[in-house]
Every structure is written in structure tokens, then in C-alpha cells.
């Protein structure tokens, strides 16, 4: 079993920055893709970004890249969501997800993660 924790969410003005951090625990962590997704209300749950085990791929949404960087430290666990350049239409809650499947599939879309955080909530002003 596998427990993913976010934290780092909050309110923040335009164009401000937040970094995500998502702690896991439960099994080795270091193999395995980890991904971002986020769901605004009324919305379906989307993909953010991704990142393989080795740190070596990411893969970001259009509308979130140049903006956003995904990174890991495998030593601690913990996979990092570093936004910057905040838009309103960012507001969403953002999931933190470990699949035992490649980053790049994570990318095709949330069916079928192996487990999920319960999401850490970001709300940007205008």
C-alpha cells in the first residue's frame, strides 16, 4: 500500500508562485512514474504534468508549459509541482498520482493510476 500526502496549496494572486510538494509513503517510491492532475469544479480531473522514475522524462500539459516544472528527490520521497506565472483558470485541485506505468502514459490522461493523494487545494485571485 502506498499513501501520497500533498501540501503547499493556497491562495495566491495572479501571476504569483506556488510549489506543490506530494510526500509518499508505503513501498519503494524511486521506481515508479509519479504525475500531477487537477480538477476545477464542475470539470473533469485532468493531467497536469509527469515525471519519470529516473527523473530523466517530463511531460506537461500545453497550458502549463513554460510555467510549471515537475521535479523529484528520491531520497526524501517527494515529488515537487513548481508553478509560476499563476492564471485564474489554474484554480483547481491538484492530485498527486504513482503509477507503475511509464510518465508518458500518465500523460495520456487520470484512468487508471495506481493510487492517488487527496489533492491539495489552489485558488488564484485575478
Known amino acids: 500500500q502506498v499513501q501520497l500526502v500533498e501540501s503547499g496549496g493556497g491562495l495566491v494572486q495572479a501571476g504569483g508562485s506556488l510549489r506543490l510538494s506530494c510526500a509518499a509513503s508505503?513501498?519503494?517510491?524511486?521506481?515508479?512514474?509519479m504525475g500531477w492532475f487537477r480538477q476545477a469544479p464542475g470539470k473533469e480531473r485532468e493531467f497536469v504534468a509527469a515525471?519519470?522514475?529516473?527523473?530523466?522524462?517530463?511531460y506537461y500539459a500545453d497550458s502549463v508549459k513554460g510555467r510549471f516544472t515537475i521535479s523529484r528527490d528520491n531520497a526524501k520521497n517527494t515529488v515537487y509541482l513548481q508553478m509560476n506565472s499563476l492564471k485564474p483558470e489554474d484554480t483547481a485541485v491538484y492530485y498527486c498520482?504513482?503509477?507503475?506505468?511509464?510518465?508518458?502514459?500518465?500523460?495520456?490522461?487520470?484512468?487508471?493510476?495506481?493510487?492517488w493523494g487527496k489533492g491539495t487545494l489552489v485558488t488564484v485571485s485575478s
Open positions: 498520482a504513482l503509477d507503475s506505468n511509464t510518465a508518458q502514459a500518465m500523460s495520456r490522461g487520470p484512468g487508471g493510476m495506481d493510487y
Open positions: 508505503g513501498r519503494t517510491f524511486s521506481r515508479n512514474a
Open positions: 515525471i519519470s522514475w529516473g527523473a530523466g522524462s517530463t
